[in-house]
C-alpha cells in the first residue's frame, strides 16, 4: 500500500513538472484557411488573414496552402500576396507555385479528389513591429474566375533556432 502511495505522489510531481515546463514554451503556431464557395475563385475575392506577432526577436516560417481538385486545368498556381504591417507598411509579392510536374502528377497531399499543398512563402523571417498583421491573398491566373480551388490557407510557425 505504501509503494502504491509512493508511485501516485510520483506520477502526481511529476504530471505537475511537465504541464509546468510545456506551458513555458509559447510558440506561435497558426493556420487559417478559407474555404471556396463552389470552388470557384473570383479574382475580385482576395483572402485577408490577421495575425498578432508579439515577439520581434523570434523567426517565423510562413506557409501558403492551395486544395485544388484532381480537375484543376493547369501544373501551377500565380499569387498576388500583400503583408501589411501593424503601422501600415506594405510588402508586395508575386507568387508562382507548381502544383503537379510536366507529367501532370501532382504534388502534395491527396485525399479522394482534392490534392492539398503546403508552400513555403517566406523563411526564418522576423517581423519588424509587434501587433497585428494583415496577409492579403489574391490569384494571379488570367482568367477572372479560377475554379477547381477549392480552399487557400495560410500558416504561421515559430522557427527552429540553430543551438
Known sequence: MRKLKIS???????????LVVSSCKSSLNQSFTYEIPSAIWEINDPMKFSFEINNIKKSYNLFVIVVNSEDYSTDNIWLF???????GHIFSDTLMYYIADDKGKWYGNKKGNLISNKFIYKSTIRFIEPGIYQFVM??????????KISEIGFVIEEAETEK
Open 8 to 18: 501516485v505522489i510520483y506520477l502526481f510531481i511529476s504530471s505537475v513538472l511537465l
Open 81 to 87: 500576396s500583400q503583408m501589411i504591417s501593424p503601422k
Open 138 to 147: 489574391m490569384h494571379g491566373m488570367r482568367a477572372n474566375q479560377l475554379p
